[in-house]
């Protein structure tokens, strides 16, 4: 979010897509510290639900608003959006049509930031199901990954790869919700919960890193 906000500072930003918004911090975020209108897209309702509310309780409800639709094929115009953002979310919503989407409604030079999961090493056997969503998407490094975006329309500026505080970071609201579910007896979900951790962190100990693209349109 920031490095969009770096990225948008000197241009006249209206409108942002947050394309896969999920619960809606950024979006939030971005409406808060930008003061402009953006468009929070996600197809998965329970998200949107949080996100509505949380745009209440922050007191963006009349600059954030909520679309039900999925990034492949979002119903707006080309060119609606000065600007856009896809956090986390390019190779799940699917990495190219995602990245076509977002140079497709962005209108020429405007900053698009995108974060996923890049490798920095390949495996050298192909993975198994003990790896599991790790072993099913596609092995891009981030220089691989920067050559798609190129290709898709998207002109890349600079790319961060973040360090290991970033996965903590990420990790670390998790355990707590699976401490909580293991203190109240949920203990299916609170394991499923620490399955997922663990395997990231062994995935980042082995091949994977986190990394935001910084681009804007061609
Ligand atoms: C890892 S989450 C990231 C959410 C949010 N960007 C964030 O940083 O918290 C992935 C998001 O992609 C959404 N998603 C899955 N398929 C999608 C699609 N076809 N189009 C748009 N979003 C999709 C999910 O509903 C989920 O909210």
Redesign the pocket.
Known sequence: VDLLLEAASGTAVRTVL??????G??SCVIAERLGCKVVA????LP?LRLSVEKTHRRGVDGRLHHVRA???LAPFRDRSFDAGL????PS???LEP?LRELARLVRPGGPVVVSDVIFRTLPAQPTGKEWGWLAEIEQFSAGEYAQVMERCGLEVERVVVHGRNAWEAYHAPMMLVAAEAWANGDTAFAARVDEGIELERRGVDAWIDYATFVAHVA
């Open positions: 947050d394309l896969a918004s999920g619960k911090e950024a897209l996600d197809p998965f998200f999925s990034g492949r896809c956090i986390g979310a799940i919503v699917g995602a």
